[in-house]
């Protein structure tokens, strides 16, 4: 997951995508996973899909918690 965040901080946001997918299918929830994944839906406008993806990483437990917070956050800003 951490590959796949830095290619998107990096601007690669295609291998990024392919790298924080590829981490949610090993591990359903991986909570940097699903906040990256979250990030990308939101920038495309799919506020429906990084509910989806967001809410399944709070569903299961967070190990930190600016972690937890930044879900969080992303998933309010879906709601909004």
Same mark, same amino acid.
């Given at each position: 997951?951490? #590959? @796949?965040?830095? &290619?998107?901080? %990096? @601007?690669?946001? %295609?291998? @990024?995508?392919? /790298? &924080?997918?590829?981490?949610? %299918? &090993?591990?359903?929830?991986?909570? *940097?996973?699903?906040?990256? &994944?979250?990030?990308?839906?939101? /920038?495309?406008?799919?506020? +429906? @899909?990084?509910?989806?993806? *967001?809410?399944?990483?709070?569903?299961?437990?967070?190990?930190?918690?600016? #972690?937890?917070?930044?879900?969080? +956050?992303?998933?309010?800003?879906?709601?909004?």
């Amino acid at each position: 997951a951490r #590959l @796949g965040i830095f &290619l998107y901080a %990096k @601007g690669n946001v %295609k291998d @990024g995508r392919t /790298e &924080l997918a590829a981490a949610r %299918k &090993l591990e359903p929830g991986h909570p *940097l996973a699903c906040l990256g &994944l979250g990030w990308l839906a939101l /920038e495309a406008g799919d506020k +429906a @899909g990084a509910r989806e993806v *967001l809410a399944e990483a709070l569903a299961r437990p967070v190990p930190s918690a600016s #972690l937890r917070s930044d879900l969080a +956050a992303a998933l309010a800003r879906a709601t909004e």
